[in-house]
């Protein structure tokens, strides 16, 4: 018989549906049972595409006889963390101070007033490697609640305590200036691995947003090294497992230092970022229009990447899927991970026959040993001395997609989570813009229109996510206002229409008057009206995601930029300190934050277009202003002395002929209609 979760819209909640646990969703209710009933509470957090949340579901929480004592003794409530990320921040935060580490599945204990007691994340079904099994767990909770009550209370209440000590100060700082930033690219530098690229030791993630600030730097000082960095890191992704040579998108991360075997789950908010940056690299690379190795793959990475979150992604409303499982069946029944993805050399014959299989083996780097398990490999681009055939790879590469579509595929997660979605929407407007395809743009604006009449409400108000074009029932959180705000100002300065800068507007005055602390300056990750939990969720650090303060700082400034709007603009510095305290010290988990940095410091440049759409002057003029290495620099088009965006005010033509203007710092260049000397002006 299906539990409580039978009628929630998250995929993650509907996989226990059936579970034999009674599950409760996240809810006053559930804790008022617990109360009344005088049982403790088993917080579970995961999400959808989670490998190791779906090992402990199988393990436990189908299993009758586990399920019988959780039904027992606790209120079970499980948690979607990708739509309440708020909740999982909260006890994730809780959690890494009591153990030193986090992680999902999240196993969390608390009193009817929702104070953790206990945590951990995966437990085994036995005893395993020195961890309890879960039954050890759940029986130990259990003494320790029904003999040790007030020591239990005890510790609840200290660890409340201390979180709650745990406030951000930083956010009255002064704005990063130049010896932050020299230092944050220092400090980038020990910790770069110069012979894989990115940074740090397996297992390895993307480091997207640290390319950004690499990217931004070189392009504000012109420094060689950071540079360097960026694009190797971004030739060692691509060439590796990480990345899907026939399907195109990113893996969640490498599970080596080498990213040769990836974490198969396929998170839409690393496509997007990844996407972005690529994209970024292929601008900066591509100087002049003269192209080179480096420079062409940028531009297939990027579009890949776009067409994969199209393709793969894209649901029948327009929004974005947030993921694709790490795991799919094998052909037997049985749940593997990589299934979908890996290849043994005989797979290559059976599909290519004997030569183009030699061929295959060579290119991809497959081995008969394998590079992953049981003998299969992930399919590289190791780099090679032997020149190959473009058109017979095509051929093999076309071959090869052709028969893993016959594979079951991966499940998907289909909710449309509103932070992602905008993230996805900068990176397909740019991408669109950058390598004139339309149809990219016109993704973003389908995505961009599923978010505003389905997330936004009568008073501009963020839903965080929707399912199948019904609203979810959670409030949007910082991110979701500040990554919406910064796809919006993107597809205003791809399309020249100033509704999107009106929405980002919208969208930007709900952080000032709800995320803000008014005397600080510092944000918060949730509204000062939403749900009250046992602290208010507050991080300033890029992870996976740009943090919503990261974002925030980044989409306050542009919004500033377009618009000249000094409160957001002040905002923006504010928000800036924590990047002067933290920059300098933790470079790779400040990454979109230092990005932002970097613009501030660059101005950023605003420039306005202004001449006929169907002029092919105006269009040379708008793209040499998008394909600018400024960091940040914001772009208005449109018709001379137009209302439709702030920048376009009193810009007329010049000699009757399509005119570019740029400003920064409140002084502007002489107006131009030579493209060179805008490309000059802006750093091309």
């Not at 153990?99 to 206990?118: H, N, R, S």
């Not at 399912?467 to 500040?482: I, M, T, W």
């Not at 209302?643 to 005119?659: W, Y």
């Amino acid at each position: 018989m299906p539990n409580r979760l039978a009628h929630e819209t998250s995929p993650y909640l509907l996989q226990h549906a059936d579970n034999p646990v009674d599950w409760w969703p996240w809810s006053a209710e559930a804790f008022e049972e617990a109360r009344r009933s005088g049982r403790p509470v088993l917080l579970s957090v995961g999400y959808s595409s989670c490998h190791w949340c779906h090992v402990m579901a199988h393990e436990s929480f189908e299993d009758q006889r586990t399920a019988d004592f959780l039904n027992t003794h606790f209120v079970n409530v499980k948690v979607d963390r990708e739509e309440r990320p708020d909740v999982d921040a909260v006890y994730m935060e809780a959690v890494q101070a009591a153990t030193g580490q986090g992680g999902w599945p999240m196993t969390v204990f608390l009193t009817p007033d929702a104070e953790p007691f206990y945590f951990g994340t995966y437990f085994p079904p036995e005893p395993r490697h020195g961890s309890p099994s879960f039954r050890q767990v759940l029986e130990g909770v259990r003494g320790a609640w029904t003999d040790r009550r007030d020591e239990v209370d005890e510790v609840a209440q200290k660890i409340v305590r201390d979180l709650a000590g745990r406030e951000i100060g930083f956010g009255d700082a002064q704005v990063p200036g130049e010896g932050e930033l020299a230092q944050a690219l220092l400090g980038l530098t020990r910790d770069y691995d110069a012979t894989h690229g990115g940074f740090g030791g397996a297992p390895k993630f993307p480091p997207s947003m640290a390319v950004e600030f690499l990217l931004r730097h070189h392009a504000r000082t012109g420094s060689e090294g950071a540079l360097q960095m960026a694009a190797d890191t971004c030739e060692h992704m691509a060439r590796g497992g990480i990345y899907d040579q026939l399907g195109g998108g990113f893996a969640r991360y490498s599970v080596d230092r080498e990213w040769v075997v990836p974490h198969f789950e396929k998170m839409l908010y690393d496509n997007a970022l990844l996407c972005r940056v690529y994209a970024h690299l292929w601008r900066t690379t591509a100087r002049g229009g003269a192209a080179d190795e480096l420079s062409d793959l940028a531009r297939r990475v990027a579009l890949e990447t776009a067409d994969f979150m199209v393709r793969e992604l894209r649901t029948d409303e327009g929004g974005f899927a947030s993921a694709l499982d790490a795991d799919s069946d094998d052909g037997t029944g049985r749940h593997v991970e990589g299934a979908y993805y890996a290849w043994t050399p005989q797979q290559l014959r059976d599909v290519l026959g004997d030569e183009d299989a030699s061929l295959a083996t060579d290119y991809f780097g497959v081995t008969e040993e394998g590079t992953f398990e049981e003998g299969a490999s992930v399919l590289q681009l190791p780099r090679s001395e032997g020149v190959f055939d473009a058109e017979r790879i095509e051929s093999v590469k076309a071959r090869l997609k052709a028969a893993r579509d016959g594979r079951p595929a991966p499940g998907r997660d289909d909710k449309v989570v509103a932070a992602w979605n905008g993230l996805a929407i900068a990176a397909l407007a740019e991408t669109g813009a950058y390598f004139d395809r339309p149809d990219l743009v016109d993704a973003a604006l389908a995505a961009a229109d599923l978010l505003v009449r389905v997330h936004l409400d009568e008073h501009a108000r963020l839903a965080r996510t929707s399912k199948d074009g019904r609203v979810g029932v959670h409030a949007g959180v910082l991110e979701d206002y500040a990554d919406v705000a910064e796809g919006f100002l993107a597809l205003a300065s791809v399309t020249g229409e100033g509704v999107w800068l009106e929405f980002a507007g919208f969208l930007l005055d709900h952080v000032l008057a709800q995320f803000t602390d008014e005397k600080s300056g510092a944000l918060y990750d949730t509204a000062a009206d939403a749900e009250k939990l046992i602290r208010r969720p507050q991080d300033p650090t890029d992870n996976a995601t740009p943090s919503g303060w990261s974002a925030a700082a980044g989409a306050l400034l542009s919004y500033a930029a377009q618009t000249g709007s000094e409160p957001h603009r002040s905002a923006a510095e504010r928000a800036l300190g924590v990047v002067k305290a933290l920059g300098p010290r933790a470079p790779r988990f400040i990454g979109w934050g230092l990005a932002t940095a970097e613009a501030q410091l660059d101005g950023p440049r605003e420039v306005a277009v202004v001449g006929p759409s169907d002029d092919p002057a105006t269009r040379e003029l708008h793209r040499a202003a998008l394909l600018a290495t400024a960091p940040g620099a914001v772009v208005a088009l449109g018709t001379a002395d137009s209302d439709e965006l702030p920048l376009l005010a009193h810009r007329s033509l010049v000699d009757n002929a399509p005119t570019a203007y740029v400003c920064r710092n409140f002084t502007c260049d002489a107006p131009t209609t030579d493209v060179d000397r805008l490309r000059a002006a802006l750093g091309r």
